[in-house]
C-alpha cells in the first residue's frame, strides 16, 4: 500500500519534463497537476525546466505570431548592427 501511494505521488524528472512539455499545449488532469507540482515542491531542477519552456514558448508564439512592424522593427535593428560592425571594422 505504502508503495502504491509513492508511486502515486512522486514523479521521475523525465516524467515531470514530458508534463511540462504537455502543460504548454494541453491540460492536465487533476492527478498530472497534483503530481507535477508534489514534484516541482522538491526538485529545483524541473522547477527551473518549467520557467525556461515557458520562456521559450512564449518566444517562439512572438516571433510566429508577430505582427509586420515588429518583424520590419527587427530588420531595421539588423541592418543598424551591420552598419555599426562596418564603421568599426574600417
Given at each position: 500500500?505504502?508503495?502504491?501511494?509513492?508511486?502515486?505521488?512522486?514523479?521521475?524528472?523525465?516524467?515531470?519534463?514530458?508534463?511540462?512539455?504537455?502543460?504548454?499545449?494541453?491540460?492536465?488532469?487533476?492527478?498530472?497537476?497534483?503530481?507535477?507540482?508534489?514534484h516541482?515542491?522538491?526538485?529545483d531542477?524541473?522547477?527551473?525546466?518549467?520557467?525556461?519552456?515557458?520562456?521559450?514558448?512564449?518566444?517562439i508564439?512572438?516571433?510566429?505570431?508577430?505582427?509586420?512592424?515588429?518583424?520590419?522593427?527587427?530588420?531595421?535593428?539588423?541592418?543598424?548592427?551591420?552598419?555599426?560592425?562596418?564603421e568599426?571594422?574600417?
Amino acid at each position: 500500500m505504502k508503495n502504491k501511494i509513492m508511486h502515486f505521488l512522486f514523479l521521475s524528472c523525465l516524467k515531470a519534463t514530458e508534463l511540462i512539455e504537455k502543460k504548454l499545449h494541453l491540460k492536465l488532469t487533476l492527478k498530472e497537476k497534483i503530481r507535477l507540482e508534489l514534484h516541482k515542491v522538491m526538485c529545483d531542477a524541473c522547477s527551473m525546466y518549467e520557467e525556461q519552456s515557458e520562456i521559450i514558448e512564449e518566444g517562439i508564439k512572438k516571433h510566429l505570431h508577430g505582427t509586420p512592424s515588429e518583424n520590419s522593427d527587427t530588420e531595421k535593428l539588423k541592418e543598424q548592427i551591420k552598419i555599426k560592425l562596418q564603421e568599426h571594422q574600417h
